[in-house]
């Protein structure tokens, strides 16, 4: 049963509602390039802040609530990094302007968010009604976990998603006026090329939410903490992708190390759907599942770096099939409308 006082509520969506301003503000008042250092200091900012949010649950609620909140915030901040791998693709692929890069990464984080709210609305109440649904959970971060095994060396191409196509069909387009969603073509409204930009990266988050609300779920039942995790991990995503984008090509075995977290998250969530059928089964503590979390992560880090260092000619994918992609095809240079 969800004990959370309702003032902790408070005060978490207080947080999160006035830090994603702080970027909204930012994104849209001075559109500009983000440096490194800039990018660093935000990117630092951001994590401290769900640092101390955690270190604040462990002091004003329990261990047990801030370890639950530590583990599922690392599970979601590192399935965030592979969220920039299909951000930076689909970005690439529509040639979007450096000025307006902020404005579609910030509207990928608000979408993400609310995506997420939902979805665990939807993921705490089936558990309450529902016995099987960790077991459903399991599966499909199995399954997941495997996809991302088998084309892990194929990216995704923003052209197979079926409501990227569907957009184009059904919606006239106008040219690119600046950062503006629409404009007029034949003397009709119509969307411009940064419209369908929105849809990709809508898209993509929705795909995204149905992987990572399950594996909260694998850490932590309580709703409070898998709200909380996630938002602190997409916050600050924004200043991330300036950070790293160069860099996460070099993370050549990101995919596999998601694989094994997931499939490892998987198998906790079958355990505990079985434990209450057979018993003398093994429970997971949380604790270890943060240490087996971290260590799977350092591993992969390493392995990633002295591989790309001893082969800088190999480079990381985005590894899923989050888009609909079942084949790699070659990157061509686009226009932001992707026609």
């Known amino acids: 049963m969800n004990t959370t006082p309702w003032w902790l509520w408070l005060v978490t969506i207080g947080l999160v509602v ?9 994104a849209t008042r001075r559109p500009h390039r983000i440096g490194v250092v800039e990018a660093a200091a935000v990117s630092a900012a951001y994590v401290g802040v769900a640092l101390l949010f955690g270190l604040g649950l462990w002091l004003v609620v329990d261990s047990k609530t801030g370890t639950e909140y530590l583990t599922g915030w690392v599970v979601e901040k590192t399935l965030s990094v592979d969220n920039l791998f299909v951000f930076v693709i689909i970005i690439s692929r529509f040639a979007v302007p450096v000025e307006h890069q902020q404005r579609v ?3 990928g984080v608000t979408a993400a968010l609310v995506l997420r709210a939902v979805l665990i609305v939807i993921g705490a109440t089936a558990i309450g009604l529902f016995t099987p649904t960790f077991l459903v959970f ?3 971060l199995i399954y997941t976990a495997v996809q991302l095994i088998r084309h892990r060396n194929a990216d995704p191409d923003p052209d197979t998603n079926p409501m990227l196509r569907l957009a184009r069909r059904m919606l006239p387009a106008a040219e690119a006026r600046g950062g503006r969603l629409f404009g007029r073509a034949g003397g009709r409204l119509a969307v411009t ?3 369908f930009v929105f849809i990709s990266i809508g898209t993509t988050d929705l795909l995204f939410a149905a992987d990572s609300i399950p594996a909260v779920f694998g850490v932590t039942k309580d709703p409070f903490i898998v709200l909380s995790a996630n938002a602190f991990a997409l ?8 950070l790293i984008q160069g860099l996460l090509e070099r993370l050549i075995y990101l995919s596999v190390g998601l694989a094994v977290i997931l499939g490892f998250i998987g198998v906790k969530l079958i355990l505990q759907f ?7 089964l093994p429970e997971i503590p949380v604790p270890a599942s943060l240490a087996v979390i971290l260590v799977v992560l350092a591993v992969t880090t390493v392995a990633s770096i002295l591989r790309a260092r001893g082969h800088p000619e190999r480079r990381a994918h985005a590894g899923a099939l989050r888009l609909g992609q079942h084949r790699n095809r070659e990157a061509r240079p686009r226009s932001a409308s992707g026609r």
């Open 235 to 242: 916050l600050g995503l924004r200043a991330l992708y300036f």
């Open 105 to 107: 990464l910030l509207f």
């Open 18 to 26: 006035a830090l994603l301003s702080i970027d909204f503000v930012s």
């Open 193 to 195: 090329p940064l419209f």
């Open 274 to 280: 079985l434990h209450a059928y057979l018993s003398g």
């Open 138 to 140: 399991g599966l499909l």
